[in-house]
């Protein structure tokens, strides 16, 4: 082969090798004229006065020439050694983008000492890793396929134990065993509402994570808490308020806190919003044993005293079986809805009778205010030494006093301290007095209705002022009139 031949394959490989590393057509151009002009013009004799030197690219950037192409196997060969004892374990690569582009010149114009330490400064590490892409985006970065299983396992059970997934996998392959026992629960899905995959990637080793850091990242949003320490003058509203955060977002983010809690001045709160990357989804089926309760029902018996009751059936609980099917998201309860629901007892209804019938003399059991409005000036209870029997009502809007309930007169008359006093006997076990009346309007044996005009307010007897004094005995024991009166 003669030069000329041998010029022009050389033309045509460096053509080559500056298209396939994107170098400018303008450089090519350049370099080809200059090359060929040289070549043509020399004779076969100048041969031998060739030198060859290396152009060095990081990417489509020019680093420089070197005039030996060792000195660069050098630099990168030392590069990689030293990034693989500082990243023990990962498969790392130094100088993949780097591109050697040899030329035949006269003239060596290389600097050699320049071009190595720009080579040095501009090598960059890179380590394999899997990308965990979600949605289409890489988020971060794990070293291998292995960890990429763990990281996706890690998610699921910060939201489940080991043995709720473990269970679902089980399922998976044996089918879903229905759930029988009150409270017992299992779980029916976990999923990511984001698309998450799995792609091979190189970037440097610093970016790469533990598993542990990854779900970290992907559940919080970042790997950075912010934290607050507490200043003089500080109020938890201030504080939340000033870190764009409702108050109880502040207190969500710090779990023991309450809107009671004493702050300490220098106390570090925790200010940082989540937001997740990933949304880890669990569905849930409980099986619940649940009561059913029972109605009260009333019913009316014309032939009984109103007033009287009994009980005619005794209430009991139902009870049914119910399948709930129960979703959260990364923890909060997002969804739940009956799925199935089968009653496996039916309740039985309390009933109650009561008596409608009413006998003029007999009393209701219900006892209405014996005066025309007034307060109480006075209860029962010990007054000055003694035992007030029971209440003294004053200052009514007129002085009538009235029967509080159906009864017989009997007693009508003077009776010492009481003065004016009448005694009214509700045939239902009850009796009621009204005493220091200024007239009475009733006679012994004389039935009284509800609400009748039996006297008059006054003052007589041992009394201070115009008042009522009224008592109501049950069955001959004293009874507070206010457990009574309507």
């Known amino acids: 082969m003669n030069l000329r031949e041998k010029t022009a394959k050389e033309e045509k490989s460096f053509v080559r ?25 020399a004779n076969a004799d100048s041969k031998n006065s060739f030198k060859e030197i290396y152009h060095l690219y990081n990417g489509n950037e020019y680093i420089g020439a070197v005039s030996n192409e060792e000195t660069i196997k050098e630099i990168i060969a030392a590069k990689k050694q030293e990034a693989s004892t500082h990243y023990k374990g990962y498969v790392v690569d130094v100088g993949s983008n780097i591109t050697i582009i040899p030329e ?30 979600v949605n289409g985006k890489a988020v971060a970065y794990v070293k291998d396929a292995s960890d990429y299983e763990k990281v996706m396992n890690l998610l699921k059970l910060q939201y489940v134990t ?7 996998n089980n399922r998976a392959a044996s089918g879903l065993v229905p759930l029988t026992q009150n409270n017992q629960t299992h779980v029916t899905e976990i999923s990511f509402k984001e698309a998450i995959t799995r792609e091979e990637a190189k970037v440097d080793p610093s970016k790469i994570l533990t598993p542990e850091k990854t779900v970290e990242l992907l559940l919080s949003g970042t790997l950075e808490k912010e934290t607050y320490a507490v200043q003089q003058g500080d109020v938890l509203g201030s504080i939340a308020k000033a870190h764009h955060l409702s108050l109880k977002e502040l207190l969500d983010l710090n ?54 009751s009994k009980v005619k059936q005794e209430g009991k609980a139902g009870q049914k079986e119910v399948l709930y099917t129960i979703t959260s998201e990364n923890g909060v309860r997002t969804d739940k809805q009956v799925t199935k629901e089968a009653v496996t007892a039916e309740p039985i209804d309390y009933i109650k009778v009561i008596g409608t019938k009413v006998i003029p003399s007999r009393g209701t059991g219900t006892f209405a205010w014996p005066a025309a409005g007034g307060y109480i000036s006075s209860n029962m209870g010990a007054r000055w030494g003694a035992q007030h029997r029971g209440i003294d009502i004053a200052r009514p809007s007129n002085y009538t006093i009235k029967a509080t309930d159906n009864g017989v007169v009997t007693f009508a008359g003077w009776d010492g301290t009481y003065g004016n006093k009448i005694v009214v006997n509700h045939n239902n076990g009850y009796e009621t007095i009204y005493a220091h009346l200024s007239s009475i309007t009733v006679s012994v044996g004389q039935v009284v209705g509800q609400g009748s005009k039996i006297g008059i307010m006054g003052s007589t007897g041992n009394s201070t002022g115009t008042h009522l004094h009224f008592e109501v005995h049950k069955n001959g024991s004293l009874v507070n009139p206010l457990s009574v009166l309507q």
């Open 17 to 41: 090798s500056l298209k396939n590393h994107r170098v400018k057509i303008t450089f090519v151009a350049t370099m080809l004229m200059a090359s060929t002009f040289s070549l043509g013009s």
């Open 104 to 133: 035949q010149v006269f003239t060596a114009a290389a600097n050699d000492t320049e071009t190595a330490k720009k080579l040095e400064n501009s090598l960059a590490v890179e380590a394999e890793a899997n990308a965990i892409v």
């Open 162 to 168: 080991q043995q709720e997934l473990d269970a679902l």
């Open 255 to 308: 779990p023991g806190l309450t809107e009671t809690s004493l702050l300490k001045i220098g106390q570090p709160l925790n200010v940082t919003v989540t937001k997740p990357i990933v949304t880890v989804k669990v569905v849930m089926e409980k099986f619940k044993v649940e009561k059913i309760d029972f109605k009260n029902i009333t019913e009316e018996d014309a032939t009984m005293l109103k007033g009287e």
